[in-house]
């Protein structure tokens, strides 16, 4: 079992910046692909981003390229999604998620993630 725990969330301007963080409980955190997805309200959840258990490998969506950047330290057993640039459509609750079987390529689909956080809220306005 995996507990996440993000964090990070809030409410920034337009242009502004935040970094989410979910920290991961237990020992084997190393081998699990891990992912950000979003929901916005009244949308379905979409995916954001997505690391190898390396971190070698990374997939975004396309409206986040560029701005966003997920990334790990196996260390601290925990995953971060630097956002900058940010936009008022990128207000959404942000979940973290870990795939057991997702290495080495990580899945841009969250039914392949068997363990979800809590979720954040990021708000993005003026």
């Known amino acids: 079992q995996v507990r996440l725990v993000e964090s990070g969330g809030g409410l920034v301007q337009p242009g502004g910046s935040l970094r989410l963080s979910c920290a991961a409980s237990?020992?084997?955190?190393?081998?699990?692909?891990m992912g950000w997805f979003r929901q916005a309200p009244g949308k379905e959840r979409e995916f954001v981003a997505a690391m190898s258990c390396s971190g070698r490998i990374t997939y975004y969506t396309d409206s986040v390229k560029v701005r966003f950047t997920i990334s790990r330290d196996n260390g601290r057993n925990t995953v971060y999604l630097q956002m900058n640039s940010l936009k008022p459509e990128d207000t959404a609750v942000y979940y973290c998620?870990?795939?057991?079987?997702?290495?080495?390529?990580?899945?841009?689909?969250?039914?392949?993630?068997?363990?979800w956080g809590q979720g954040t809220q990021v708000t993005v306005s003026s």
């Open positions: 998620a870990a795939d057991p079987d997702g290495c080495p390529l990580p899945s841009t689909n969250g039914y392949q993630y068997d363990y």
């Open positions: 237990g020992r084997t955190f190393s081998t699990y692909a």
